[in-house]
């Protein structure tokens, strides 16, 4: 079973930067799509970003688009967020997943599998 840790998250002035790491454990997650979303307290988990197994596709929502860049490295079982032009609204827990096979709706939380514990980012105005 694939373990995941998110590292990098923190407290950020409005307009910085940060990079998020999400490395794996237990197994290779090569095989696998791969995905980060964002929650807020009482609020349901939200599409931040996904790549393709082999990190050649990547995809966005729409509100962090050309600010934020998912990228992956396969040889170090390690999946980022850069996340950049950060604004109050990003705050959130941060977390990474592995997506299923079979599932073709890469924006939903269903569609993923194995999660990880979560890094807070907080952006202060």
């Known amino acids: 079973q694939v373990q995941l840790v998110e590292s990098g998250g923190g407290l950020v002035q409005a307009g910085g930067s940060l990079r998020l790491s999400c490395a794996a454990s237990?197994?290779?997650?090569?095989?696998?799509?791969l995905g980060w979303f964002r929650q807020t307290p009482g609020k349901e988990r939200n599409y931040v970003a996904s790549?393709?197994?082999?990190?050649?596709?990547?995809y966005y929502a729409d509100s962090v688009k050309d600010r934020f860049f998912i990228s992956r490295d396969n040889s170090k079982n390690t999946l980022y967020l850069q996340m950049n032009s950060l604004k109050p609204e990003d705050t959130a827990v941060y977390y990474c997943?592995?997506?299923?096979?079979?599932?073709?709706?890469?924006?939903?939380?269903?569609?993923?599998?194995?999660w990880g514990q979560g890094t807070q980012v907080t952006v202060s105005s």
């Open positions: 237990g197994g290779t997650f090569s095989p696998y799509g």
């Open positions: 790549i393709s197994r082999s990190g050649d596709s990547t």
């Open positions: 997943a592995t997506r299923r096979p079979s599932a073709a709706i890469i924006e939903s939380p269903g569609s993923y599998n194995y």
